[in-house]
């Protein structure tokens, strides 16, 4: 069987870069408080364009479609329930010209977050409504033709477990990749651990296994260092935030410079990360510090 897209990539690079965050660009270009940036798929698509742009320019090989809260729940919040479909397929077709137009090799992974409920038993919402939620959104992505897709920033393994499911409602063989948020003490919100979390998610069938957001750099590369250890041939992905989030006057803010993250970068790849690019309050300036950084490192190598 030939390889996939993402297997190529993997077996041509020494490494893979991720792009950084969609949110906090979005709000630096406009976007208010309150305001889903899934919606700008629909009236914004040119800002939500030049984003993606920013990051492909910097060096981004793997880039994630503006669908992280494009599931039926979370647009529900904002009068978009009904506009799943839409959602989701302009966004693919944003980044898909986005790429088109570049000059690199990059894929389109359409992306995946949680639903925003909590599951039984420690919540109200089922299983079997999860799965649903999930193989709607999953439907739209692929239908409007991604490469692969990333279910993300997950702390219950049971919903990780239904977002595959409802991947896999709709088609068998698009790869998947899986990454939890480690931001309690080591531990996801509902105490998974690292090697929990990537023994199950490599169980569920995923590509490429991780973490992503959480509490800053160190807490992401000691996350990729305990999985690492544990199974030192799987695909690591490792998207860490821009710096440990800070409340200032009401608003969230992120420390880290593009040279810290490239710092970081240079740590997650010794640790044993595959993938490595940034979340929240990252820009694409962050990106290409963390491109050069490895950069540097593959040619010394």
Known sequence: MPDTRLQT????????????????????????????????????????AAVHRGYLESGAQLLYSN???????????????????????????????????????????????????????????????AVEVFEEQAAALLEAGVDLIVIET???????????????????EIEIITTMTFDTQGYTMMGVSPEQALEKMLQFGAAAVG????????EVIAVVEKMHSTAPNAVLVAK??????????????????????AEYALKAYQAGAKVIGACCGSTPAHIKAINQALNSVAEVG
């Open 9 to 48: 990539l993997i077996r041509k690079y020494p490494y893979i870069i991720g792009d950084g965050a969609m949110g906090t660009m979005l709000f630096a270009s406009g976007l208010t408080q309150g305001q889903a940036p899934e919606s700008w798929n629909l009236g914004q698509p040119h800002k939500v």
């Open 67 to 129: 669908t992280f809260g494009g599931n039926r729940l979370r647009l529900e919040l904002h009068g978009l329930a009904s506009r799943v479909r839409d959602v989701n397929g302009l966004a693919v077709n944003i980044l898909r010209e986005v790429i088109a137009k570049g000059e690199k090799e990059a894929l389109l992974a359409g992306d995946i977050g949680p639903t925003g409920q909590v599951l039984l038993p420690y919540g109200e919402l089922q299983y079997d409504d």
């Open 154 to 172: 997950m702390s219950d393994l049971e919903e990780v477990r239904a977002a595959v499911e409802g991947v896999r409602r709709v088609s068998q």
């Open 211 to 218: 973490g992503n957001c959480g509490n800053g750099p160190e």
């Open 240 to 261: 860490a935030n821009a710096g440990v989030p800070q409340l200032e006057k009401g608003v969230v803010v992120y420390r880290a410079t593009p040279q810290d993250m």
